[in-house]
């Protein structure tokens, strides 16, 4: 089976900070890739699908990139609501594997 | 508006059996591929089984693979897991989850996941 590896597992920042977190897969999934957000106490909330898809209604700050193994999460600038875990899944085949999970807070 | 209502949850004895249900709603129900995803306490999120849109293709986790079984009503929305042979790693919090699809395109088996239930906590101990 496909294994989906994130990093860091988390990261702090500040508000108005980039930041990046990273995706990788063992094999190559094209680019069936999602990207998810947990908030604290939350049910996951889809944010981008394709690898680089924003879903509707998904702040203009998140964005995707990548195809293959290679995958990133970009926030161009962090905000305070922003604080969650955000996990990648890939679903180019089953198992739709999803990746162990990136915690961000603010610094 | 799309609702996902989970339902069945609770306290289980090591060996027991449970069923979850889900039900449906603000969507046509019978066109989409359907799952179930479960995060364990203070853990992250773990696909335990989808099913097609038709329901004859089902797909299991190795960890759940001849224990648990996904099916799906599409005359009353409903899609159920019936799970045998608890273990306490099983414990959990399980979610109902509706596969994404874009717009004229196909219901893909095996997708991202577009809208979760609230989930239904189930914990496996004696």
């Known amino acids: 089976d496909i294994q989906m590896t994130q990093s860091p597992s988390s990261l702090s920042a500040s508000v108005g900070d980039r930041l990046t977190i990273t995706c990788r897969a063992s094999?190559?999934?094209?680019?069936?890739l999602a990207w998810y957000q947990q908030k604290p106490g939350k049910v996951p909330k889809l944010l981008i699908y394709?690898?680089?898809t924003l879903q509707s209604g998904v702040p203009s700050r998140f964005s995707g990139s990548g195809s293959g193994t290679d995958f990133t999460l970009t926030i161009s600038s962090l905000q305070p609501e922003d604080v969650a875990t955000y996990y990648c899944?890939?679903?180019?085949?089953?198992?739709?594997?999803f990746g162990q999970g990136t915690k961000v807070e603010i610094k | 508006e799309v609702q996902l209502l989970e339902s069945g949850g609770g306290l289980v004895q090591p060996g027991g059996s449970l069923r979850l249900s889900c039900v449906a709603s603000?969507?046509?129900?019978?066109?989409?591929?359907m799952g179930w995803v479960r995060q364990a306490p203070g853990k992250g999120l773990e696909w335990v089984s989808s099913?097609?849109?038709?329901?004859?293709?089902?797909y299991y986790a190795d960890s759940v693979k001849g224990r648990f079984t996904i099916s799906r009503d599409n005359s009353k929305n409903t899609l159920s897991l019936q799970m045998n042979s608890l273990r306490a790693e099983d414990t959990a919090v399980y979610y109902c989850?509706?596969?994404?699809?874009?717009?004229?395109?196909?219901?893909?088996?095996?997708?991202?996941?577009?809208?979760w239930g609230q989930g239904t906590m189930l914990t496996v101990s004696s």
């Open positions: 099913i097609s849109a038709g329901g004859p293709n089902t």
């Open positions: 989850a509706k596969t994404f699809r874009l717009p004229g395109g196909p219901s893909l088996d095996i997708n991202a996941f577009d809208f």
């Open positions: 094999q190559g999934i094209s680019n069936y």
């Open positions: 603000g969507f046509t129900f019978s066109s989409y591929a």
């Open positions: 394709t690898a680089s």
């Open positions: 899944q890939k679903y180019n085949s089953a198992p739709p594997a």
